[in-house]
């Protein structure tokens, strides 16, 4: 049935970070038809393009709107540039000071695309064919790029994340900023999704750039108990303060 847990943050937050140099490149690649994605930089080090850092003000400032006793104590980031960046600008917005306040958590990073790195699915379809094939036949959810990841290993990950919080992060409301499969997975876990279920939900439901997802977690939770969000994709903190509501992918966007 799963333990009971007490100790347990009060609130969650799951925020994608803003638009990326990254996203912009992919989204041009592919109105190209381009195989690769002009990206210099290493995906660990895409910055923010210059949207994603209006994205990431107009957030933290609806932040800090919250009175004192709602706001966020502590922020977990993903260490990917992108990911930091927004988390510092959120906590910049809250004032939030204290080095215990922020932590950078490398299994927060985005799913690893391994060889298909920095191709888009037209590049993929043309260069690795028989990696297309063996996707289709394994399916989305198990498959597993050359030297990456799938989502079960993104989600192995994150079921230590969760231990994370539950240990260390008790009676404290808890931001993390990650990346768009992040998100996803950890809401599968959190509402106990199926693989069918996450998929539709990749599928039909993309991730907005500094969008929010919010949780107000039970005193006592067991794995087997689904939490229903709050908040799913939440951008009215951007639609008020004229900051654009963007979609674009990391990766290579997959709607089978």
């Known amino acids: 049935m799963g333990e009971a847990r007490k100790a347990w943050p009060t609130t969650l937050w799951l925020v994608r970070h803003g638009e990326s140099a ?9 109105l190209a038809e381009s195989p690769t994605i002009d990206v210099a930089a290493r995906d660990h080090d895409v910055p923010l393009s210059n949207v994603g850092e209006q994205q990431a003000q107009a957030l933290g400032r609806w932040f800090a709107s919250m009175p004192a006793a709602e706001r966020p104590t502590a922020i977990l980031a993903s260490p990917y540039r992108r990911a930091c960046a927004t988390a510092e600008i959120i906590g910049t917005a809250l004032a939030l000071q204290a080095r215990s306040a922020f932590a950078v958590d490398e299994r927060l990073r985005e799913k690893e695309m391994g060889a298909l790195n920095r191709l888009t699915k037209f590049g993929i379809t043309q260069r690795f064919p028989e990696e297309v094939e063996r996707r289709g036949a394994i399916g989305k959810f198990y498959y597993r790029p050359p030297g990456g990841e799938s989502w079960c290993d993104v989600l192995l990950r994150l079921r230590s994340v969760l231990d994370t919080l539950a240990r260390d992060y008790c009676n404290e409301r808890v931001l993390v900023v990650s990346h768009q499969v992040i998100v996803t997975c950890t809401r599968y876990l959190l509402e106990r999704m199926d693989e069918h279920t996450i998929l539709q939900t990749d599928r039909d439901q993309p991730v907005p750039n500094c969008s929010v997802t919010a949780y107000d977690l039970p005193e006592v939770w067991r794995r087997d108990m689904p939490i ?6 939440f951008v009215a903190p951007l639609e008020s303060e004229g900051a654009p509501v963007t979609t674009k992918s990391d990766a290579p966007r997959d709607t089978k």
């Open 22 to 30: 990254g996203n912009v490149a992919l989204a041009a690649a592919e």
């Open 228 to 233: 229903e969000p709050k908040l799913i994709y």
